[in-house]
């Protein structure tokens, strides 16, 4: 199986980002791993999980080009896909997306708990033009802040559906089922919509219910939902794989969604 939505950062910062996430999110987002490679790594082999995604997602301009750096030398191209990161107040960031795409990353995460952007800022829109040109995936968290959810989201159902319509063949993943705490909006917005969403979900899966995870998953149609867990911003994941494992679905969606959806939206 292949985990679309990871979370990496270099070995020298990793801690201080446990850190942190610890202090600011008052324990909301829990922590199954430590952020390093070598734990992914670990993950991955204890999990059956043969490939991720995997985002580092810079906070300021001067922390993008050092981790997009990052992540094109920890991509392999066949167990570990780097996402690039943006930031539309970089001194050009359509040279830096063009930079990364030719180093081989095939797309980018935008995140806005972490970063002061939404998906339908108007300066967002030179860089969402470079990478449809390239064909590359634009990766959206999409729906509240699980640390202050009485927030609005910055990106919403809402706003996803509208950059498809400005960008209607722009490859777009919509995280969390299209809406993180949002499933009547993402229902509304996203879901049967010809954008991909994943399945991570907080604290883990097993927090909704089976029959709604079947119901979300046929009415977006199982060609363009992507298994994710957000390791390690979820709760341990073994056990989330398991429930996947016996989810009452038939053969064929489960290889749509393990494997051959990521495989597809890389081209391999
Ligand atoms: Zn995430």
Known sequence: M???????????????????????????IPLSGDFTLKDLKTYMA????????TFCVAERPKAVPPANDFLISIT????????????PDLADPVAEVRRIRERGLRGIKFHSLFQPIGAGDENLTSIYEEMDRGGMIAY?????????????????PEDIARLRERFPTLKIVAAHFGGLFMLEEARKWVIGKDIYIDTCWGPHIQSLEAKEVIDLIRSHGPEKVLFATDYPSTLDPGPQIEWWKVLPLKKEEKDLVFRENARRLLGL
């Open 76 to 87: 392999d191209h066949q167990t570990i896909f780097g996402f690039g990161t943006i930031l």
């Open 2 to 28: 292949i985990d679309t939505h990871t979370h990496i950062f270099p070995d020298k910062i990793a801690p201080k980002i446990v850190e942190n996430m610890r202090a600011d999110s008052g324990n909301q």
């Open 46 to 53: 204890r999990c059956g999980v043969e490939a991720v995604f």
């Open 140 to 156: 959206f968290h999409v729906g509240k802040d699980p640390s202050h959810p009485s927030l609005t989201a910055r990106t919403g």
